[in-house]
């Protein structure tokens, strides 16, 4: 769910397991406040907690699950060129904290965003993990020089050289059975446990790209371009409202299973 970062601000502190964890705005502003030499562009999104808080006389909202998208200015932009039409990414550097699950973590990360929120990073070395711990500040040390890695990135240099790759459609049909055994025996593992890409995620690529004629994605050419799968497998993980907390990670299984 998308929200202001002024609602985001009402977020009541939460009571996991007898332990007292901040308000959002605790956790949120600090952020914020660093990013802010460099953009006052932002994005939110937030999964409000199953269990509610209450005061005694009113119930409050709690964001238990918490992504915030920084985008930086245009000077920061690249852009692509694919069949004659320009794509235009814009870098970022993302907050996503959540207080649910064994390990409550907070991650600061960079890439770049295409116009339809699409996330794509390459490289493990854009990405800060750390645990949280109750009624204990994040540590943001470690976002500077995440935001620095960012920026120096080879984001653009990958995608420059991904428009001009090609697969046979043909071919995607023993592809797509090489992407289900991809996600069921794959998984990326960090302080944050382990990581997974749902099985029905290649699954809904292969129909949008080779059956679906509907599809802004589908192509009546015997060549489907690897910048077109990429695109349609980021755009799987940007709609998945309910895990907004690892789209790194799982950005990363997706160019390992694209052979990135």
């Known amino acids: 769910m998308m929200e202001t970062l002024e609602e985001l601000y009402k977020g009541s502190a939460t009571l996991i397991k007898n332990k007292q964890y901040f308000k959002a705005r605790d956790y949120i502003e600090p952020f914020i406040d660093k990013i802010s030499n460099y953009t006052t562009q932002f994005f939110c999104f937030a999964k409000m907690a199953d269990q509610l808080s209450t005061d005694g006389t009113t119930v409050n909202t709690v964001y238990n699950k918490v992504m915030v998208t920084a985008m930086f200015p245009s000077e920061y932009d690249f852009t692509t060129t694919y069949q004659e039409q320009s794509y235009v990414f814009h870098r970022v550097v993302c907050m996503a904290y959540s207080l649910e699950g064994k390990y409550p973590v907070c991650k600061f990360y960079t890439g770049v965003i295409d116009t339809f929120m699409n996330f794509y990073a390459f490289g493990p070395d854009c990405i800060s993990i750390q645990k949280i711990e109750p009624d204990t500040a994040i ?35 023993n592809t797509l059975g090489e992407w289900i055994d991809f996600t069921i025996k794959r998984e990326y593992i960090n302080d944050s446990g382990k990581i997974k890409l749902s099985n029905a995620v290649p699954i809904e690529v292969y129909k949008k790209t080779v059956l679906d004629k509907d599809s802004e994605y589908f192509s009546e050419d015997d060549m489907v371009s690897t910048f077109t799968l990429l695109q349609v497998f980021a755009n799987q993980i940007r709609n998945d409202d309910k895990d907004i907390i690892n789209r790194y990670e799982k950005t990363q299984l997706i160019n390992n299973l694209l052979k990135l």
């Open 139 to 173: 540590d943001y040390t470690t976002l500077i020089p995440v935001i620095n890695n960012g920026l120096k990135d080879n984001c653009k240099d990958m995608i420059e050289q991904i428009v001009k790759m090609f697969v046979p459609k043909s071919s995607l049909i």
